[in-house]
């Protein structure tokens, strides 16, 4: 019963938060595009089947993931499991000891960003664009593993203290760079691929992993230092979607190169 | 209506396969590096199969729903050719969709705190509410902006990699002058404001758009309107927290 009256106040706000959208659509559609709807009533459905799911999506995450999630990000940041039963409580804490929690950081930015809604969204759209030349499967691990990366390095940053604006900076350096090397078609996809991954199931847990981490660090404020982690997990994505598209580009330039090769020696 | 049911079942398991690194990573380390048994274990299983139900009608539904509508709304006023009327809707979806955001509100709520403790606005509640509306406000009308930014981008085929790179020139200034306490903040506003409804509704009409303009590649023109509007809210934010 508990569950009914959570699923309906949820179905409610995500109505709430789809009003809008729907309100510009259709107020365009008929003040400004006059012109019936093809398949109208498909789509409505389609609205009802995203709304929903959406809803479901959030209760299953709000009961099962979120809540062990943030008590995992809070025990692994803990001073006391740091230290573990090797060191005294008055020994200080070198970075290196906190090495659970970036693989915890790692791991956790990397599964949730495979679950995530919307780059499921993008990639089958950029599958469709490009004819299949791009995976769907291809460009979520690359996103999810510049996610994890951009945790993992986020995390390391809390704990050592360095400011942020060196890290996004220089990556940003990076990607501008990486640009001018990297395929025409790819950049606009990998550009928006650090847009999307944060979302409805990244940021909740990325969150509590910094504000567990910065408020439990000697030195850090959990109100300066616990954010900036989702602006990592949006900058490596960038990366790792150039370079997937680069080393793709690269095994079939090299493939390409062989078979011609052989071609040149069967004719002699 | 079979059909119906083959398409859900397909693409439950798809969203099955979706979810299990997460349950893997979280069982990992609950039960091997925590060494914790794991909590009401009923909750959770009815949870993660509400997760994957609302995964599999959410996929479900963007297909029937969500990519259609964005692509013939881009057909219907490439079709129609007004400039203004599709600049203003741009504008609309962007403002619209960022301003109800639950993330941004969130976030919003964050930074009025952070702002408070860092003695650049009262410790009041109507203070901080002011600020956090504020806020709110500035980073909607920044993502109406980009979108509109974005769709020209796509009429005239400009390069985008040079006005991100002007961006990012742009945000590297801005953290110069913007006060230290509100960078963190500015940099997470860039990822939070694009939700999950407007992503495949943005996405829909930036494709729609270029492969509907003569001349325009859907791969190099249609996308990089969510990358506009992830890069906005960043210089909006560290504005508003030097002007306030």
Known sequence: METLTQLFTILLSTIKDVMPIIAIIFGFQLLVIRRPIPHLKRVLFGFVYVVVGLALFLLGLDKALFPIGELMAQQLTDPDFIRGSVMSADEALHWSDYYWVYIFAFAIGASTTIAEPSLIAVAIKANEVSGGAIGVWGLRLAVALGVAVGISLGTWRIVTGYPIHWFIISGYIFVVIQTFFAPKLIVPLAYDSGGVTTSTVTVPLVAALGLGLASTVPGRSALIDGFGLIAFASLFPMITVMGYAQITEMVAARDKRKREREDTLIKE | ?244
């Open chain 2, 1 to 244: 209506m079979s059909n119906v049911f083959v398409a859900l079942g397909r693409s439950m398991v798809g969203s099955v396969r979706d979810l299990l690194p997460i349950v893997v990573v979280i069982a990992f380390f609950q039960l091997v590096v925590l060494q914790q048994p794991v909590p009401d274990l009923v909750g959770l299983l009815t949870g993660l199969l509400c997760v994957v139900a609302g995964l599999t009608f959410f996929i479900y539904g963007l297909e029937m729903g969500l990519f259609p509508i964005g692509q013939v709304l881009a057909h219907a006023f490439a079709r129609k050719g007004s400039l203004f009327w599709l600049l203003l809707f741009a504008f609309s979806l962007g403002f619209g969709t960022t301003v109800a955001e639950p993330a941004l509100i969130a976030v919003a709520a964050e930074a009025a705190t952070v702002a408070a403790e860092g003695g650049m606005i009262e410790a009041t509640d109507s203070a901080k509410s002011n600020y956090a509306s504020g806020l709110r406000y500035t980073v909607a009308f920044s993502v109406g902006l980009a979108i509109v930014v974005g769709v020209i981008r796509i009429l005239k085929g400009w390069p985008i990699h040079y006005m991100i790179a002007i961006g990012y020139i742009m945000v590297i200034i801005m953290t110069g002058f913007a006060p230290r306490e509100i960078i963190g903040i500015a940099y997470d506003s860039g990822g939070v404001t694009t939700s999950t409804i407007t992503v495949p509704l943005v996405t829909a009409l930036g494709v729609g758009l270029a492969s509907s303009i003569e001349g325009r590649n859907p791969m190099i023109d249609g996308f990089g309107l969510i990358a506009f509007a992830s890069l906005t809210p960043m210089i909006f934010v560290m504005a508003y927290g030097m002007v306030i």
